[in-house]
């Protein structure tokens, strides 16, 4: 039994979301077609219109109403998480209260972010007065990943509200129920259907974006993006894609072991490794390594996960996941890796017990694809240079985490991904300022911060005469004296002579 299993109910097609861990019935739910998302669209189509005539503060204030309402709820919300998902109630119970701040501050932050702006004209157009704004598009669609039902399409769907837009909202068909809980919710707190939400499998999402939003932000497998890529081309339609990543830990030798060797732990094992932003990969010195994967085989072999409501792990809540994950443990150990904790064993009918691989080819599945489990490679290094070299050498690029005590920053920053942890892990995630997103095969855009706010919108530019020009370039009537005087502007304005820096000197030989 499978959560993609459909069924007829006379005319309506129907299917259910299942309980990973269990097996059970959660709840039912309709499979909406074509027609039924492009009614949804049109539906959004004059909520948009509404939602976008009111003030920054009436949007502000609708947004705080429905924060509250979310958060008085919040352990009703983190319960359907748990058991559309399997994750335990506290990792839920997190990732609604991230949700929440991010919530707050893009209603907060959205006017300032947006509003309109003077802007400097030049003195070759000084007689304009320029300003900029940054106006809704209309309708966002937001198709949403089961691993984070709430945190991570919260980051399409405040923002894109934020700055003014309505959204139709097409949750994973692993958890529907989450989706409508924040459709209803939002309802009850503004009393307008501005937030909508449409049900289905693969097929429903593929509607949603042809059915004429304004914008899809995705989020999602690599190979799952670029299919919605293809589907938006067909009318346009511009996209945010947040899709998959293989996020490395570089360990330097003056690190904190201990402390390194716990954010690894969380980062690859919390919700099962299935996190986008999870922790794959780990390169350590060679002057720490050992006492590093000490560290880690220690804490790792004291986590385990089971069916009981105190597991710090969860199931995988997708059943053919566990063949990816099985299949890439495989691999290491069949080309030489070595399994320190767990192994092709760990991997059972629900639940995968973490696994910290050793001494495996770059190359390798485990190392160079998503695997989405709670598993792990660990590399030795010879220094910093090789360990950004190999983080760099893959073609994902979504984040990454860097345990230096003295060069942690200046790491960070040679490393080629969206966003980089220093001495801690995915805490960027956490900063509702920061944007969200990759590069590569992890995708492009941003959610999160301006830049998540901005992405769903459009640049409005406004040039207005204030007095007449002092050359009047842009007539017919323009004379050869104009053209002069212009030539003589600019040359006084831009025509000096750079001056190129000073190659440094050499130093005389003794």
């Not at 106006?135 to 709430?150: D, E, Q, S, T």
Request: a negative charge; one cysteine or more; charged letters at 25%.
């Amino acid at each position: 039994m499978t959560q993609e299993l459909t069924r007829t109910d006379g005319p309506t097609t129907t299917f259910d979301s299942l309980d990973p861990v269990t097996g059970d019935v959660v709840d039912t739910h309709p499979v909406h077609g074509d027609d039924d998302v492009r009614a949804v669209v049109a539906d959004a189509r004059a909520e948009a219109e509404w939602w976008a005539a009111l003030t920054w503060d009436e949007r502000k204030d609708h947004l705080l109403a429905w924060k509250g309402v979310i958060t008085r709820r919040i352990q009703q919300l983190a319960e359907q998480v748990h058991r559309e998902t399997g994750k335990p109630h506290g990792d839920a119970l997190l990732e609604a209260a991230l949700a929440i701040d991010h919530l707050h501050w893009a209603a907060t932050h959205a006017e300032k972010a947006l509003r309109r702006r003077r802007m400097p004209s030049g003195l070759l157009m000084v007689n304009q007065a320029a300003t900029l704004e940054y106006r809704p598009l209309g309708v966002v669609g937001v198709i949403g990943p089961w691993n984070y039902p709430v945190f991570t399409p919260m980051g399409s769907i405040a923002y894109a509200l934020a700055a003014g837009n309505a959204v139709v909202f097409k949750p994973s068909e692993h958890t529907p129920g989450v989706g409508e809980w924040l459709a209803h919710t939002f309802r009850e707190a503004v009393g307008r259907p501005v937030l909508q939400v449409v049900t289905g499998l693969g097929e429903t999402g593929a509607a949603l974006c042809r059915a004429g939003v304004d914008k899809v932000a995705f989020t999602g497998s690599t190979a799952t993006g670029k299919r919605v890529m293809a589907a938006c081309a067909e009318t346009l339609t511009p996209v945010v894609i947040e899709a998959g990543g293989k996020d490395a830990v570089l360990v330097d030798e003056d690190a904190d072991v201990e402390a390194a060797a716990d954010a690894t732990l969380w980062g690859a094992c919390a919700n099962a490794g299935q996190t986008c932003t999870g922790v794959e990969r780990v390169y350590v010195h060679e002057r720490v390594y050992d006492e590093f994967l000490a560290e880690l085989t220690a804490k790792a072999s004291g986590l385990r996960a089971h069916e009981g409501d105190d597991s710090p792990i969860g199931p995988i809540t997708m059943p053919k996941q566990l063949d990816v994950i099985r299949s890439h443990v495989q691999d290491a150990v069949d080309r030489g890796g070595r399994a320190v904790v767990g192994g092709p064993d760990a991997v059972g009918d629900r639940f995968v017990q973490p696994t910290v691989l050793v001494d495996v080819p770059e190359d390798s599945l485990a190392v160079s694809e998503e695997t989405f489990g709670p598993t792990v490679t660990v590399t030795r290094v010879r220094d910093m240079d090789e360990a950004v070299d190999r983080t760099n050498a893959g073609r994902y690029g979504l984040g990454s985490t860097v345990f230096s005590r003295a060069r942690g920053v200046e790491l960070a920053g040679r490393i080629r991904s969206g966003m980089t942890a220093v001495n801690g892990v995915i805490t960027f995630a956490g900063i509702p300022s920061l944007p969200f997103g990759g590069v590569g095969d992890s995708g492009f855009g941003r959610i999160h911060g301006e830049d998540g706010l901005k992405e769903f919108t459009y640049a409005k530019a406004v040039a207005r005469q204030r007095f007449k020009p002092v050359l009047a370039l842009t007539t017919f009537a323009r004379t050869a004296e104009d053209e002069q005087k212009l030539v003589q502007t600019l040359t006084l304005l831009h025509g000096r002579k750079g001056t190129l820096p000073k190659r440094p000197g050499r130093r005389a030989r003794g």
